[in-house]
């Protein structure tokens, strides 16, 4: 299984520092590939064993100038060992473990809601369908005010605190009290938690007549069910070719990225393989179940699309089964075992590479140390990669050749067949720093709850895309809003930005209105690599 990356939302905005630094972030919370789950075992070595660091602990412990936490030394001690190796070798506290867990299994266990803090008052964004909140009738727009008679509005409330809270075992009672706008009467729910689904398929909806689009965030335990159900619904709604879309997705599970792959691939076509020092080499091939593999395909990545999505990419691209649009991805090509011990903590240790069919190990260098990894994404702005695809240099080692014939490349991520730089004409401070503040996000949620009764016209999410432009008063209203905020007018920079900044604010409202059937159609008229793919398919 791969550790895969939260965060699906676009980042046009961030600048290139910000932007390396959350997907590190990102790719290193989530980057396991391959990951078998295991009971908890007692790791017991063949080998001798020295016994240097209990000793040296006991030492510590029974000599040291102060107390210390044993169990702190040996966790940090234990990271850092692991960090030797590798960038993706990783000890898990016990304490870590079910969260980091969770986003992979496809569910916990909570009230079913989607919120936002908003004026320091926790806002339901949506009721997750068929969950808990949405059977009792809590409706998108409350404000939770009190958890367990606990007053939780005006006191600088954190998202970390309302999951402590609203999280719990399955079957367990929360009592929250809502403000609802238009009753004066708080309302008071008692809510049974049960299993909420953790989705990883964002949105499947039909990008223009024939051309179906399924936006994937990340390979989970689900994500094949959830990708069928997505596109057996364009299917039926006429769908002859496809868009799916990779960029962010930070990995995941391998036998979903294969289970994805293999439904376009003809039987028999290898898809990956996998080998190390101590794994015998393992293959994995198409099989006859395919239902889409004939048919025009394109795929969409970018530097944060790694592991899992650089199986599926990679596994399309060598055997010319699909055009590859976009930036290079992130260059993930490590392979992890999870290994639970006694005390709830894991280690989840390399001990493979995966190839690509045509034998491209993808996997970028490691041995200058963790800094230089982790810094890659930010040199790839600075070398001039991200705008220029001449920027990119391969050596001819790493040449590989494609079922045709095509030359590609290993060494470093999936290289896309067609390259699309990074858009910065809408870019400006004023848009970052209203972006950076969250600004966007609090006044369109603001906004669609406040004129929630008017937008009750638009009965679909496509109904919203096709009939609702932004007036013009509508931006001036943003313009006051971040006047309050702390942020300026510059009426130069909005220039340059307004269409962009319009089009978010849209964006995020439908969200707020209709989920994701309303936000992706939207952002992606602005998308310069969702453009190129349309032209693609249309040839």
Known sequence: MDNPINNSSPRKWLNPLIYACLLIAGVVMGSLL????QNAVNIVSPHKKSGKLDNVLDFIED???????????????????????DPHSDYIPATELEEVNEPLQGNFHGIGIEFNIVNDTICVVHPIEGGPSERLGIKAGDRIVKVDSKNVAG??????????????????????TVKREGQKQLIDFTITRGEIPIYSVDVAFMAEPGVGYIKVSRFAASTYDEFRKGFNKLTKQGMKK????????GGGYLNAAVDIADEFLNKGMLIVYTKGKNSPEKKYFATEKGSFENSKLVVLIDEGSASASEIVAGALQDNDRATIIGRRSFGKGLVQEQIEIPDGSAIRLTIARYYTPSGRCIQKPYNKGLDAYYSEEYDRYTNGEMMHQDSIHFADSLKYKTVSGRTVYGGGGIMPDIFIPVDTTYRSTYLNRVFYKGLVNDFSFSYADKHRASFSTYKTAADYDKNYTPPQTLLNEFVEFAIKNGIPKNDAQLKKSKAYLLSQIKALMGRNLFDNEAYYPVILKEDKVFEEALKTLAK
């Open 34 to 37: 391959s990951l078998k789950r």
């Open 63 to 85: 000599n040291y100038v102060d107390t210390i936490n044993r169990k702190t030394l040996e966790e940090s001690t234990l990271t850092a060992m692991l960090k030797q190796l």
């Open 155 to 176: 006191v600088k409330i954190t998202n970390k605190k309302v999951f402590e809270m609203l999280r719990g075992k399955k079957d367990s009672k929360v009592n929250v």
């Open 242 to 249: 496809l868009i799916v879309d990779l960029r962010g997705n």
